[in-house]
């Protein structure tokens, strides 16, 4: 009996949290939008910025074979 009661309880408190999720989920996802653009943009910049300075040596490299 106390397991059902236990079950009740976790019945009622949870699925106002699930709602509340289902619905600011897609709100969450507008708004770190602009932080993912961010993120791959300084990604690019980094990726740029390794091989223009390795491109020296990679270019030494290849005179060598």
Request: hydrophobic share 70%; aromatic share 10%; with cysteine.
């Amino acid at each position: 009996m106390i397991k059902f009661l236990l079950w009740l309880i976790l019945l009622v408190l949870c699925w106002p949290l699930a709602l509340l999720a289902l619905l600011l989920y897609p709100i969450v996802w507008l708004l770190s939008l602009p932080f993912r653009l961010v993120g791959i943009t300084v990604s690019a910049v980094f990726d740029l910025l390794k091989a223009i300075i390795t491109l020296p040596a990679r270019l030494v490299g290849a005179v060598k074979r």
